[in-house]
């Protein structure tokens, strides 16, 4: 076990330790505390509630992920690439990403009902700026030199999408990835405290109105969790398709 995982596990251990002392003084309806997550946790594990409503969100997120990246990655790619579509295109992509989201949730629901339809264009408007910009940078600062060498070697404009552009924009596209990770939990739950009653979203209302705090934590530490393995894959991810990038954070 190497010392950053031991590190880990001790703040980890230390954090929890806290929590659990703090908790346990605090009225139960205001805040709650480890131990009392976990058994509500294995009593909503043990019903069925908890992986009924997971399925759903996971279900969302996974869609509105994979159109996310394909959009993001298109879009920014053909915007860094040619002029004349970044030109026409940026003025709509920078309003679209100033604009708060939350506030395009009621006119979403509007017009596309409450059922999973509108939960994916609502993840997916929260997902896709993050990847689209970071692509767009990724393929931008592709070096001129670079590019030049290419050229005087013959590349044809695919040879030098697929070998010198596309490769040098991972570092950004998966950069834009695991920021969209982040902003997709948390159009997941807005989208599910707005357009139904299913999810990890209906479980944290469900439970803050019942006043039932520990019952309340388990999706909020779920979503955490999900968080912390969706951006560890991510981590991976790019480890496997950019193996020079490990390289150069050892050195």
Known sequence: MNRKIIVRLISLIFVLLIWEY????????????????ARAFVGLVANGELQSYMKESLLVLA??????VL???????VMGR?????????????????????????LIVLW????????????????????????????????????EVARSFCSSESQLWRHLII????????????????????GMIVAEFYTSVTGLGYMI?????????????????VVMILGVGLLSLAKWVEGRIAPWRNS???E
């Open 22 to 37: 703090y908790g346990r003084r605090v009225n139960p309806i205001l805040f709650t505390y480890p131990s009392a997550i």
């Open 248 to 250: 150069e954070n050892r």
């Open 71 to 77: 959009a993001g990655v298109l879009l920014g790619v």
């Open 167 to 186: 490769p040098s924009a991972v570092p950004f596209i998966v950069a834009g990835v695991r920021l969209a990770i982040g902003r997709g939990l948390v």
């Open 82 to 106: 040619f002029s004349i579509v970044e030109w026409a295109a940026d003025i709509y992509v920078n309003a679209l990403y100033s604009t708060p989201m939350v506030a395009v949730v009621p």
């Open 112 to 147: 596309f009902g409450f059922k999973v339809p509108a939960k994916v264009i609502i993840v997916f408007l929260f997902m896709v700026f993050p990847v689209l910009l970071n692509t767009y940078e990724g393929v931008k600062n592709v070096d001129r030199n670079l590019q």
């Open 205 to 221: 209302v469900r439970y803050a109105n019942a006043l039932e705090t520990d019952k309340l934590f388990v999706p909020i530490v």
């Open 63 to 68: 869609y509105a992920s994979v159109l996310s």
